[in-house]
């Protein structure tokens, strides 16, 4: 808007389109100059001159004639025409207006210098904006890759997400089909646990125990194993507390149960690990058993499960019998004939003390339970279950007692004694020993044993009545070693 600040404007108006325009001359007057324009001031008026040769020329070409005169030397550089036509309400129906725009020499220069400033900042401003252009073409260019990008991914999630979901619907259909197989198979378990019960019941109302002619190592070792199964799905999957010595030893269980014997204080400390836990309870199990049916009790004494009173009687007067025979040198074959032949007839004749059998067995579910969490939620079936299980233990470890005592060879459990020196502590033997676990690689002789989970199983002489002066191992004891 300052550019325009230097301009001149004439405005000339005619009353009549067709009449032409008459400027006023500018003659000097007498005793004076005509003074010089200065075109460059603002809104001065500047003095025309005419000749006689111009007044006969058309109007529009007069004017610029005498206008290009007047102002040709007068430091002008510009002279703009604009005749504009403004028609009117009442008699004269429109005249012109001439606007005539002139423009001085220096301000020329200022404007060319001004346009010449312009024309540089434009040149900038439109590499500037090429670059801008080219920057907005990257970053479109990244965006559309990026929009590629994300359809591709958007396009994977789509795959992975409906892939997700066919293998959920096959993970829940296969899930569903285990259930069911499941379901059917623990009946069928279920049916053939019912079968084999009513199986042993049959046989043991036949034949309550193996001659002893007719049982082998096997048959034995069979037995045995299936008590280890037994013992060691109570200890893993069913007597999975970690009772106090306190609650063990408490006014609840009977005194004359195997838990509130000195035997409770093996490994009490081991109870409340729980790595080792599972090996402790084991071994509370095999105690029990071992003091029940094949070893003195408690109370020092044999128990009267097998046969009665009269089974106790015939069991203690046989152990006597045979320690009074080591201790003088004498040849145990007649002791041990005598006590095959009377051990299978008090077997056919007595049998197993069921009342006695049922209050031991109440006696030791009652401390074992201790050991089932009082915080589970299905603690009646694991109680359920561990009376199924002890009953169960408790006849295959009647029906070895029976063997043992009607066979013509001697059987005993043994356990691993510690070592007179060396601190009290058990060596491992790899000859009569099977390790359940370890810590030191490579296990060897020089391990240590932690635990003693079982006692061994050793036979001395033969079904025959022979060989009395050797003996087997039949199953070895199983430890647990540093």
């Keep these: 808007m300052a550019e325009h600040a230097q301009e001149r404007f004439i405005l000339i108006e005619d009353t009549e389109a067709d009449s032409p325009i008459s400027l006023p001359e500018d003659t000097p007057r007498e005793g004076k100059t005509p003074q010089p324009m200065n075109t460059d001031g603002p809104h001065e008026?500047?003095?025309?001159?005419?000749?006689?040769?111009?007044?006969?020329?058309?109007?529009?070409?007069?004017l610029n004639r005498i206008v290009r005169k007047s102002f040709y030397n007068k430091n002008l550089d510009v002279i703009r025409w604009r005749k504009r036509n403004v028609r009117h309400n009442g008699s004269v129906p429109y005249h012109q207006k001439h606007t005539f725009v002139i423009i001085g020499k220096g301000r020329a220069a200022q404007q060319a210098q001004r346009i010449e400033e312009l024309s540089n900042r434009l040149q900038r401003c439109e590499e500037e904006k090429q670059k801008l252009q080219e920057f907005l073409d990257k970053a479109d260019d990244e965006a559309t890759d990026a929009e590629e990008k994300l359809a591709l991914a958007l396009d994977i999630a789509a795959d992975a997400e409906a892939e997700l979901a066919q293998r959920e619907s096959n993970h829940r259909?296969?899930?569903?089909?285990?259930?069911?197989?499941?379901?059917?198979?623990?009946?069928?378990?279920?049916?053939?646990?019912?079968r084999l019960e009513?199986?042993?019941?049959?046989?043991?109302?036949?034949?309550?125990?193996?001659?002893?002619?007719?049982?082998?190592?096997?048959?034995?070792?069979?037995?045995w194993a299936k008590m280890r199964y037994n013992i060691n799905y109570l200890a893993n999957h069913v007597l999975t507390g970690c009772p106090s010595e306190r609650e063990l030893k408490d006014g609840s269980i009977n005194d004359s149960c195997f838990l509130c014997s000195d035997g409770i204080n093996d490994y009490i400390d081991q109870l409340q690990d729980e790595d080792m836990r599972p090996f402790v309870v084991e071994h509370y199990i095999w105690k029990t058993i071992i003091g029940r049916f094949f070893d003195l009790g408690v109370d020092g004494s044999y128990e009267k499960t097998w046969a009665g009173t009269i089974g106790k009687s015939f069991i203690t007067c046989f152990e006597k019998l045979l320690v009074l025979c080591a201790r003088r040198q004498v040849d145990p074959t007649k002791l041990l004939y005598c006590k095959a032949e009377m051990g299978e007839m008090i077997g056919q004749m007595i049998g197993v003390d069921h009342p006695?059998?049922?209050?031991?067995?109440?006696?030791?579910?009652?401390?074992?339970?201790h050991f089932i969490p009082k915080e589970c939620s299905d603690y009646k079936v694991k109680r359920e279950k561990l009376q199924k299980h002890i009953i169960k233990i408790f006849d295959d470890a009647l029906q070895l007692r029976g063997i043992f005592m009607a066979s013509r060879a001697y059987f005993y459990p043994k356990w691993c004694h510690k070592e007179v020196t060396g601190g009290g502590r058990i060596r491992f033997d790899d000859k009569s020993m099977e390790a359940e676990g370890w810590e030191k690689e490579p296990?060897?002789?020089?391990?240590?044993?932690?635990?003693?989970?079982?006692?061994?199983?050793?036979?001395?002489?033969?079904?025959?009545?022979?060989?009395?002066?050797?003996?087997?191992l039949l199953v070895k004891a199983r430890v647990v070693c540093d």
């Design 443 to 472: 296990l060897c002789n020089g391990n240590m044993v932690l635990c003693n989970i079982s006692p061994c199983l050793v036979k001395v002489g033969t079904a025959d009545g022979d060989s009395y002066n050797s003996d087997l």
């Design 356 to 369: 006695e059998l049922l209050r031991v067995t109440q006696m030791e579910i009652t401390a074992f339970a």
């Design 45 to 62: 008026q500047m003095p025309l001159f005419f000749g006689a040769r111009i007044a006969a020329l058309p109007p529009r070409q007069r």
């Design 173 to 194: 259909d296969a899930m569903n089909s285990l259930k069911e197989d499941h379901e059917k198979l623990v009946e069928q378990i279920a049916n053939l646990e019912s």
């Design 198 to 223: 009513d199986f042993k019941d049959a046989e043991s109302k036949t034949q309550p125990f193996a001659n002893s002619s007719k049982v082998s190592d096997e048959s034995i070792t069979a037995i």
